[in-house]
């Protein structure tokens, strides 16, 4: 059984485009992350929520919405894509441990 | 300003040689430090530590916790070909936002 899993694993589009990207998972967990991971390998939190709430709002350009419509799912929607949004998108979640599980990654290319 | 270095950044080695990494960082609620190996896909979970001096150990993995030195080691002995990945550090501050700081990573190659 998947325990955090993400849809689709490569999405390539223009730019200009809008995306999303849907994550779920089967753990229980309350709260969810999504993390960008450049070309350099870093990750970098852009978004979390808990029980549905958003708590961790970093930096990033407010093309980036994410949507949590219940602790299982937390969906990334990307409008007006650029060519520096490419990367792998992970999404995770967690309980109270703060002990990340991952999913497998979407590669975002922009062309 | 918080924050997690690792060191080195990048090291290769011959199959059965013994590598140490290090992880240290400065965080002002620290609550608890992860590592975490990468390989192709998603960071896949290796050790949570919370204490001081308490080594955790998993195959030829352990890992380390020093409060004191605000630092962590993960010691991996009689490296294979299958132990060449990126190997992340992260902690965990004690306030309630539940963020991690990542430091940058370590990436090991092991040669044959």
């Known amino acids: 059984d998947t325990a955090v899993s993400q849809t689709p694993k490569y999405l390539v589009t223009q730019m200009g485009n809008d995306k999303s990207i849907k994550c779920e998972q089967n753990?229980?967990?309350?709260?969810m992350y999504w993390y960008k991971q450049d070309s350099k390998k870093f990750l970098k939190i852009m978004f979390s929520?808990?029980?549905?709430?958003?708590?961790i709002n970093e930096t990033v350009p407010n093309r980036f919405s994410p949507k949590s419509p219940d602790k299982a799912h937390l969906n990334l929607h990307i409008n007006s894509l650029e060519l520096g949004d490419s990367a792998v998108y992970f999404c995770?979640?967690?309980?109270?441990?703060?002990?990340?599980?991952f999913g497998p990654g979407t590669r975002l290319t922009v062309l | 300003e918080d924050k997690v270095v690792q060191s080195p950044l990048s090291l290769v080695v011959h199959e059965g040689d013994t590598v140490t990494l290090n992880c240290s960082y400065e965080?002002?609620?620290?609550?608890?430090l992860l590592w975490y190996k990468q390989e192709k896909k998603a960071p896949t979970f290796l050790f949570m530590l919370?204490?001081s001096g308490i080594e955790k150990k998993s195959g030829r993995l352990s890992s380390i916790l020093d409060k004191k030195e605000l630092s962590s080691i993960l010691n991996i002995t009689a490296t294979q070909t299958g132990d060449s990945a990126i190997y992340l550090c992260?902690?965990?501050?004690?306030?309630?936002?539940?963020?991690?700081?990542w430091g940058l990573g370590t990436s090991l190659g092991v040669n044959p």
């Open positions: 992260a902690v965990g501050d004690a306030g309630n936002n539940r963020k991690l700081i």
């Open positions: 919370t204490s």
């Open positions: 965080v002002t609620n620290f609550r608890s």
């Open positions: 995770a979640s967690s309980q109270m441990t703060r002990l990340l599980f």
């Open positions: 929520y808990n029980n549905k709430e958003l708590i």
């Open positions: 753990l229980g967990h309350d709260t």
